[in-house]
């Protein structure tokens, strides 16, 4: 039971001491980059599921 409490409070110490936290202004910035690149990833997975719906309504289209 020493171990789990020894290691409770080296976590504590790392994450209050040893961390280097960011800043609001730069936690916003991240936030900001994550949200547009999230976005310009489902704009591509969109085209692309877009391209491929299309191309497989004219593959069975031309089967009949």
């Known amino acids: 039971m020493a ?3 020894e290691y409770i409070k080296e976590s504590y110490i790392e994450l209050t001491q040893k961390v ?3 800043t609001w202004r730069e936690l ?3 936030a900001v980059l994550v949200l547009v690149a999230a976005i310009i990833i489902a704009m591509v997975i ?14 069975y289209s031309s089967l009949t």
């Open 20 to 22: 280097t936290w960011p």
């Open 28 to 30: 916003q910035s991240s």
């Open 46 to 59: 969109l085209g692309m599921d877009q391209i491929i719906a299309y191309l497989l309504k004219v593959f």
């Open 3 to 5: 171990g789990v409490a």
